[in-house]
């Protein structure tokens, strides 16, 4: 049994960024220093009564094959064909859940339920229910499951504003760690807007000093108004159990994901900007004549995007989104995307020594057939899926909208292409000196063989060559 929890294994440096305002929560939750000591030994039970039946452990099974050499033969394939001697096992993973939905919508992190073949959940009764998965987003490491009974109605747990929490601020986490049953931990916001963890591509957590462990994954960090303020993704630990720092998806986020599973897409929607942006070091604080080093620098702007039609200009220094102040790339990203479509937000630029307000519009990038195809033929691609570029495809994985070739957008495990250590994101440009600029062009080549195949991909903004066979 594996469960299905992040841990960082190195040290995180973070800095103490605000996710709002400080009091800009005051008016949502009154906070008071307990009184007496008798108010030190007021219980948390009613909360705990409250949240629990809205959140669930959700198991995931997928089948896997033991690659033993020996199985390659058909004589031992024949008589030793178990499990344990190289055939098919069943590989479980265990994490949390939280409805958030009465009809039985379901949100908890992508990577517990990841290529698997079989979701359940357990509700907090005891009762095991079968699920759709209704959307994944890697992006967010957010998946959203439905239970498939759709008669009864569920209880759920109520979005809170995540970005009104402010550290100190107590929160319970609930789950299931190490599947040992639902349990209830408690502790203080430890941190906010934490943008350098490497989890996911929106970079912007709640840190927490709740104990969560492995199996707390996709469960729920609730405030003492009994509503949720993030989903629990990953722990910093050297020793893979809980050491005080554990990290959460803010609930401004979840809801992006959410509301784009029950508009019944496949896939997130969120707004594009159609620009490149560093962060602000020393040096570029001095050279733009800012206070301190924070915001965002455009390096570069996508013809026709949003942020060209709003008049944005390279070497602008983003610092704020409507009323937000941003430090860096990641927190700008977060700022951004949980905005809703349609209409625009302003954003603060310093230009020319001085801040002004543009208003850029909130549009999704545009999408072309992405024509995705699996390549089967005998080759070094054989396992890859390819799709074709567009600037929703490049922005979903984080590529120069003017990128061209065809991106690759998964490897199937044990395949040809995953041995040879093609990965999703990388962009084929050419092989055997044959431009790639769609799927069906490296789908012929493929097909069409090859003693030896020179192949020139792009991976992390550089063009790599390789040669394989000969």
Do not use: C
């Amino acid at each position: 049994m594996s469960y299905g929890f992040r841990a960082l294994a190195a040290l995180v440096l973070t800095l103490p960024f605000g996710l709002g305002a400080p009091g800009s929560g005051a008016s949502a939750q009154q906070r008071v220093v307990p009184p007496s000591p008798e108010a030190l030994r007021m219980s948390y039970a009613p909360i705990v009564q409250r949240v629990t039946p809205a959140v669930v452990t959700v198991s995931a099974a997928k089948t896997v094959a033991n690659r033993n050499p020996l199985m390659e033969d058909p004589f031992f394939r024949r008589f030793f064909g178990g499990p344990q001697f190289g055939g098919p096992r069943e590989q479980r993973s265990l994490g949390s859940g939280v409805i958030v939905e009465a009809d039985g919508l379901v949100v908890t992190n992508n990577h517990v339920i990841d290529g698997a073949d079989q979701v359940k959940v357990t509700l907090a009764d005891k009762r095991e229910l079968a699920v759709d998965v209704v959307l994944k987003d890697p992006r967010t490491d957010l998946a959203v499951l439905r239970i498939k009974d759709g008669k009864e109605r569920f209880p759920v747990l109520e979005f809170a504003n995540s970005d009104e929490l402010l550290v100190g601020d107590v929160v319970l986490a609930v789950g299931n760690p190490f599947g040992v049953g639902q349990t209830v931990t408690h502790g203080i916001v430890s941190g906010v807007a934490r943008t350098q963890i490497g989890v996911t591509d929106y970079q912007f957590f709640i840190q927490t000093d709740a104990a969560i462990n492995p199996g707390n994954s996709g469960g729920a960090l609730v405030d003492m108004a009994g509503r949720m303020v993030g989903i629990n993704t990953a722990i910093f630990s050297r020793s893979g159990g809980s050491q005080g720092v554990g990290f959460a998806i803010p609930a401004n986020m979840v809801r992006v994901v959410v509301t784009s599973a029950k508009s019944g897409g496949g896939a997130v929607k969120r707004p594009w900007l159609g620009a490149n942006l560093q962060a602000v070091t020393p040096e570029l604080s001095r050279e733009f004549d800012l206070k301190r080093p924070a915001g965002a620098v455009v390096t570069n702007i996508t013809t026709g995007s949003p942020a060209d039609r709003a008049g944005l200009r390279t070497g602008d220094v983003i610092v704020s989104v409507g009323e937000q102040a941003v430090d860096d790339p990641n927190a700008f990203n977060y700022r951004f995307v949980t905005h809703p479509l349609g209409g625009s937000v302003q954003l603060g630029v310093f230009r020319g020594g001085r801040e002004r307000k543009i208003a850029v519009a909130l549009q999704t990038a545009p999408e072309t057939p992405r024509e995705e195809i699996v390549i089967q033929a005998r080759s070094p691609f054989l396992g890859v899926k390819v799709a074709n570029l567009s600037p929703a495809l490049a922005d979903e994985l984080r590529l120069e909208a003017s990128t061209e070739g065809v991106a690759v957008v998964d490897v199937s495990d044990g395949t040809v292409a995953q041995s040879l250590g093609f990965q999703r994101g990388d962009v084929v440009v050419s092989v055997n000196n044959t431009k790639i600029a769609k799927t069906r062009d490296l789908e012929k080549v493929a097909e069409a063989g090859a003693r030896v195949w020179r192949v020139i991909i792009q991976r992390g903004g550089r063009q790599i060559s390789a040669v394989f066979g000969g």
